[in-house]
């Protein structure tokens, strides 16, 4: 049976604040990069989209790492949250014959004949973000947040602010069929588990601020009012539930509660403002570590199949003191 790289792995604590000039995994080389006697790394990059802030610092920190300077030759692709685009992005990559694969996968499944391929071309694969249901064997190794904890930190809150209180919960969820969002979910379902908290409804707002509000703006018109708290998947999608809120004449952070998962500045700057209640992390700035998995990878050195970034919460005091020193 096809196992979860999310289930272990190595853990590279601390990580979380680190800036874009952190190492990279490899210890054998004065720089962060590669590159080689006959040339740069050839790398190719498979983005989902341009869903989120979160996804445009990560898109950005990618870029960073893997820029000329640092010894790689990039080839970016982003699929606009399209599954089978950008299996055929990895394919194109394949055929170019590049040295190495990154990718941050949409969605779980799916993901077995082209990792294939590429194992077949001799191309490793690294894993960024998200993670796929695919043997392991098929790719060299994963670097990326605990989705699930992240959920569970999210759920713990909840439960200790509501306790025993009666309380209706909605939900934006993101992508379906995606690691975070399948993750996020069942990690806050276990936090609630035995509380009061009721889950009136529970709909993907595909991780974007548009469709937050818009899924959003349907829940207040089914529920108005009875709704005492909000679990969004991501800031984005909470950032637009506080428009939908804010339209529908209620509080947002008052009337209606609200937990989300990234930290990324415009939902941190929601928090700092009392329109957002409690924001756990979900550190964007996997460059460097990706890099140094793929200079490791190609010179030989063997790595964990999973590492994980550490992510921090916040509320709104705890938002407040580090909202001006922030990366993202």
Not at 150 to 155: H, N, Q
Not at 161 to 175: Q, S
Request: glycine fraction near 12%; charge should be negative.
């Amino acid at each position: 049976m096809n196992k979860k790289i999310l289930g272990g792995g190595a853990l590279l604590a601390a990580l979380a604040l680190v800036v874009t000039g952190c190492a990279g995994t490899s210890g054998d080389s004065g720089d962060s990069g590669g590159g080689t006697d006959d040339g740069p790394i050839s790398v190719g990059f498979a983005q989902t989209g341009s869903e989120s802030g979160w996804r445009s610092a990560n898109t950005e920190s990618m870029k960073t790492a893997f820029s000329e300077e640092n010894g790689f030759d990039l080839t970016f692709n982003a699929a606009d949250n399209d599954p089978a685009a950008q299996i055929a992005a990895v394919r194109s990559f394949i055929n170019q014959g590049v040295d190495a694969i990154v990718i941050a996968p949409i969605v779980e499944d799916g993901w077995d004949d082209v990792l294939q391929e590429a194992a077949d071309a001799g191309i490793p694969v690294i894993l960024e973000d998200r993670t796929v249901t695919s043997s392991d064997e098929l790719f060299a190794s994963w670097v990326g947040l605990d989705f699930k904890k992240e959920g569970v930190t999210a759920g713990e809150w909840a439960a200790e602010t509501f306790g025993d209180t009666p309380t209706n919960m909605v939900v934006l969820e993101g992508t379906t069929g995606s690691a975070p969002a399948n993750d996020r979910a069942e990690g806050f379902a276990e936090a609630i588990e035995g509380t009061a908290i009721t889950t009136l409804d529970s709909q993907t707002g595909n991780f974007t601020r548009a469709d937050g509000k818009t899924v959003m703006e349907g829940f207040l018109q089914k529920y108005g009012s009875d709704i005492d708290l909000l679990y969004a998947h991501n800031d984005d999608m909470a950032l637009g539930a506080i428009d939908a809120i804010e339209a529908a004449g209620l509080v947002p952070g008052v009337d209606i509660k609200i937990v989300s998962i990234d930290a990324v500045k415009d939902g941190m700057q929601a928090l700092v403002d009392g329109k957002i209640n409690y924001i756990v992390e979900c550190n964007p700035l996997l460059g460097e570590l990706a890099a140094g998995l793929v200079t490791d990878v190609l010179a030989g050195t063997d790595v964990d199949k999973a590492y994980y970034v550490e992510d921090q919460s916040f509320t709104q005091e705890q938002a407040a003191e580090v909202i001006d020193s922030r990366l993202y």
